[in-house]
């Protein structure tokens, strides 16, 4: 295939840019149109589960994953209320098992380890899609600014509320899923000794759960708080909450969940309302193909939403390394992808309530379905055949 097509990607998160990644690797040149200022990433961890880490691994990141993320010993739940533990998973054995590392690690050191590898000069800033025109034989795009480029392909990795999916795939808007994520980062040495401990903790009670885990090292412990609400009536889908709004919901918890709640500097908690869409049955549209969350958004509760996306990259790269034209190679990455990601899409979302439900005083090491046990570690991006 003609390796000087010009391919546009929309939005320089962590889909857009592993996407950019693969397709560098498969000898082309792809642009980033981002629509911030500058690259930023909220204050916050994530994890990287084997079927991620392989596909970054096979860019070239293993070095930089070893040396900055920490490997969870075990990811354990807690009750929430007597702070009895209840179950440890062991993920010490992830290497042997899935052959690639289960890894927790602040975001902004995820992005910048794509960004450097991308090249900022690569992405070009400030930049918001309002418009787009897809074809059989090219792209044409619109931006807020009121520039226009005409482009051979273009991948939208522009997230969950996508104007690409809104223009050519289906117009039905986001919807507020009921759940609420809370999040903030703490110093690890304001904390006892179980937060410096390479472990994912998770506290459950009814219809709420907290999470917390290490990241820089272990300087720092990155919390996400899940909790249910009937309605989003804030205006952002992401603001700055106080801390009093937050621990309403744990009140009589555990002495670590309070230790974690005291310890959020007050004005560094954030509350994002968590938004779904349905799975869509094609991604491709003329020349024009959707990535990540403007693909597939996935409520977090099985740690899969980026990953996911990584994963798409990954395919999206070897498919344009082994088809002969563009459009082959876009339906080789959704035929590889859909069904895949339809799948983490519908377990992820079902995880929240399925979570939710077990009721603490209950629960003994019942096995629990979760992302282990569902065979979703077991995928390697890098080496699954491809579907033409
Ligand atoms: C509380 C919480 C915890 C999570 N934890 C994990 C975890 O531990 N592990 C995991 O794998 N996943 C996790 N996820 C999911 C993960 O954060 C997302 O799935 C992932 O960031 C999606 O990446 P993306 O690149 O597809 O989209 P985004 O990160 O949304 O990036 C989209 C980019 O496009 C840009 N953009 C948007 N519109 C336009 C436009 N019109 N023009 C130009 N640019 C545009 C945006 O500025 C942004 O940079 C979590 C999510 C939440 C909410």
Known sequence: MNRDLNIAIIGGGIGGLTAGIALQKAGFSPRIYERAPEFGEVGAGISMSPNATLGLESLGFGDFLNDTANEP?????YHGETGEMLMAIDRRNCRETYHGAYY?????????????????????????????????????????????????????????RSVVRDALFDSDPPEFSGHVAWRALVPANKLGTLSVERLNINHLGTGRNIVSYPVRGTDLVNIVALTKADAWAEESWNAKAEKSELTVHY??????????LA???????????????????????????LLGDAAHPMLPYMGQGASCAIEDGVILGRAFAAAGSADEALNIYQNTRLERASTLQ??????????QAIVPDAFRNTPVKNEDSLGIFAYNPATVPLKK
């Open 73 to 77: 010993l075990e990811q354990r739940l």
């Open 104 to 160: 927790q690690l602040h975001r902004a050191d995820l992005l910048g380890m794509l960004i450097d590898g991308f090249g900022r000069e690569n992405c070009v800033m400030n930049q918001s899609l309002a418009g787009i025109d897809s074809r059989e034989d090219g792209v044409s795009l619109r931006f807020e600014d009121g520039h226009a480029e005409e482009v051979d392909i273009a991948i939208a990795a522009d997230g969950l």
């Open 251 to 260: 009140e009589g918890w555990a002495d670590y969940v309070q230790a974690l």
């Open 263 to 289: 310890a959020i500097p007050g004005d560094e908690l954030y509350r994002w309302g968590l938004f779904i869409r349905k799975p869509l049955d094609h991604w491709v549209s003329g020349r024009t193909a």
């Open 346 to 355: 519908s377990e992820s979302n079902l995880g929240g309530d399925r979570l």
